[in-house]
Nanobody
Framework: QVQLVESGGGLVQPGGSLRLSCAAS????????MGWYRQAPGNQREWVAT???????NYPDSVKGRFTISRDNARNTVYLQMNSLKPDDTGVYYC?????????WGKGTLVTVSS
């Protein structure tokens, strides 16, 4: 059974930093691309970052240069380092992967950027 468990969310002031973690189980972690998405209140879920099994990464322009996705295959964990946070970064952040054509999501962790 595939499980994705996020942690690390919280309240942070604008300009601050947070690091999110996603612990994965039930998949061949090192073989899977992993991603982060977020959903702000009243908005659709949007893509934030992806890391391939080759460790190559991709980001939308909205977070490029501020967010960094990384992975530790020995710990079956993917991370999202978020710097220079803005109020628009507020939302629930979800871990994501696809295995054998099936999409999996974690339950999310809430990030609030506010003074």
């Amino acid at each position: 059974q595939v499980q994705l468990v996020e942690s690390g969310g919280g309240l942070v002031q604008p300009g601050g930093s947070l690091r999110l973690s996603c612990a994965a189980s039930g998949i061949g972690f090192s073989l899977n691309a992993m991603g982060w998405y977020r959903q702000a209140p009243g908005n659709q879920r949007e893509w934030v970052a992806t890391i391939q099994r080759t460790f190559s990464t991709n980001y939308p322009d909205s977070v490029k240069g501020r967010f960094t996705i990384s992975r530790d295959n020995a710990r079956n964990t993917v991370y999202l380092q978020m710097n220079s946070l803005k109020p628009d970064d507020t939302g629930v952040y979800y871990c994501h992967t696809v295995r054998s054509g099936v999409t999996y999501w974690g339950k999310g962790t809430l990030v609030t950027v506010s003074s």
